[in-house]
């Protein structure tokens, strides 16, 4: 099973499961400082805890891939004979 969601309803789906207090799904950007906050609270429950872990590793992997990308593209071009 994947950890991702692959399909709209699937998040609204996964949303409103993991933290029953949304009402309506809505798309944004989170600072990762408040979802380490969240991850790390004992004032939120276990689903949302781990939503929050959840979207931090997602991230780190994309800033991972992103930075991958870069040096690729930074050495592929470096390499051009003019």
């Not at 993991?18 to 400082?33: G, K, L």
């Amino acid at each position: 099973m994947s950890l991702l969601p692959q399909t709209i309803p699937e998040i609204q789906g996964r949303a409103s499961a993991n933290c029953p207090s949304i009402q309506t799904h809505r798309c944004c950007f989170i600072p990762p400082y408040i979802l380490e906050a969240i991850a790390n609270s004992d004032a939120v429950d276990e689903s949302c805890r781990a939503a929050s872990q959840h979207a931090l590793e997602a991230s780190q992997k994309c800033h991972e891939h992103r930075h991958d990308l870069s040096t690729t593209a930074y050495v592929s071009s470096s390499s051009v004979k003019t």
